[in-house]
């Protein structure tokens, strides 16, 4: 049975994952432009060999953070449901996780675009 407490969680789960996903996509922008100034500068092939493989670690944790969002996500949308269905419609958890679910749906929108 869902309760008020699991959709806190999950809700924050979400959220804790959005903000990992944004960290990483910085990130990657980061090691990008620190790679091309280490090619522009003609840096030693070593130190750019390992700053490549810097920024591909940080590249596959993206589609990670997407996987785990998704995961999350269905969770979130279970939990709500049935809490719905238990006509607990008013608590101000339950209209925090409808916004967190949407602020996830419109990110995937965006991206997929």
């Known amino acids: 049975m869902a309760t008020i407490r699991n959709l806190k969680i999950k809700s924050g789960t979400c959220k804790r994952i959005i903000k990992e996903l944004h960290s990483y996509e910085k990130e990657v922008e980061r090691e990008a432009a620190k790679t091309a100034d280490m090619k522009e500068k003609g840096a030693d092939p070593y130190d750019l060999k390992q700053q490549e493989n810097v920024l591909a670690e940080s590249r596959m944790m993206i589609p990670d953070c997407r996987k785990r ?26 209209l925090e996780a409808q916004s967190t679910l949407a602020e996830v749906e419109q990110l995937f929108h965006t991206t997929e675009a």
């Open 69 to 94: 969002l998704e995961a999350s996500l269905t969770d979130l949308k279970g939990t709500l449901a049935e809490l719905e269905e238990s006509n607990q419609k008013d608590a101000p958890e339950i």
